[in-house]
């Protein structure tokens, strides 16, 4: 008697939660970015104004933000990639390749912490 074969859907699920993940860290780097130009935006115009407003807690808030982003977008791969250890080689759909979207995630990290440090200095 044949061995059954567990659902694909299980594992596609997973995926789309990863994505999720992905698409949420990049939404909340995305703000954090805007919020902390946004701010030098408010310290050119205050300049040209000659008012003494200051603006400098914007460009904290904004890479608090894209920390935040970092975190959750590392937070799904983990999540994705204690998934994958679960699931056997034979379970997998043949068309999966959880390498991929686990690469991009870290390098979003990457690129997402480089963009913290930016912003803060």
Do not use: K
């Amino acid at each position: 008697m044949p061995e059954p074969t567990s659902d694909p859907r299980v594992y596609f699920a997973a995926e789309r939660t990863m994505l999720a993940w992905l698409r949420t860290g990049i939404a909340i780097m995305a703000f954090g970015f805007v919020v902390a130009r946004f701010g030098l935006f408010l310290r050119l115009i205050a300049d040209s104004a000659n008012s003494n407003a200051s603006h400098t807690m914007s460009s904290y808030i904004g890479a608090a933000l894209v920390g935040l982003g970092i975190v959750a977008t590392a937070g799904g791969a983990v999540q994705y990639q204690r998934f994958c250890r679960t699931v056997s080689p034979a379970e997998r759909p043949r068309t999966a390749s959880p390498r991929f979207v686990l690469g991009l995630s870290w390098a979003l990290v990457a690129m997402g912490a480089a963009l913290a440090i930016v912003l803060l200095v």
